[in-house]
Nanobody, 118 residues
Framework: QVQLVESGGGLVQPGGSLRLSCAAS????????MGWYRQAPGKERELVAA???????NYKDSAKGRFTISRDNAVDTVYLQMNNLKPEDTAVYLC????????????WGKGTLVTVSS
């Protein structure tokens, strides 16, 4: 069972930056794709950014140009660089690993809280 552990969250002022990390206990290239989701209080979980095994990326519209997802297979870690943060980015950010197969499998971390406030 692969475990995903997020880190890097915290309190930041509007316009600031944070880099989130998602460390896997196994090989991240065993996943077809990995992603960062977020969930704000009272709102549904939403995809922020995703990266495939081959390195293709996609982003939520509001994250384009501000957030960058990347992966380092050598250390089995996925990152989310977040710049120009806004109060509406405040949420718990969760790492996801997705495997396609006869049954799709999704693995989740417990999340890291990002608070954007002055």
């Amino acid at each position: 069972q692969v475990q995903l552990v997020e880190s890097g969250g915290g309190l930041v002022q509007p316009g600031g930056s944070l880099r989130l990390s998602c460390a896997a206990s196994g090989r991240i290239d065993s996943f077809n794709d990995m992603g960062w989701y977020r969930q704000a209080p009272g709102k549904e979980r939403e995809l922020v950014a995703a990266i495939t095994r081959g390195g293709s990326t996609n982003y939520k519209d509001s994250a384009k140009g501000r957030f960058t997802i990347s992966r380092d297979n050598a250390v089995d870690t996925v990152y989310l660089q977040m710049n120009n943060l806004k109060p509406e980015d405040t949420a718990v950010y969760l790492c996801n690993g997705h495997r396609r197969g006869l049954i799709d499998m999704n693995y989740w971390g417990k999340g890291t809280l990002v608070t954007v406030s002055s």
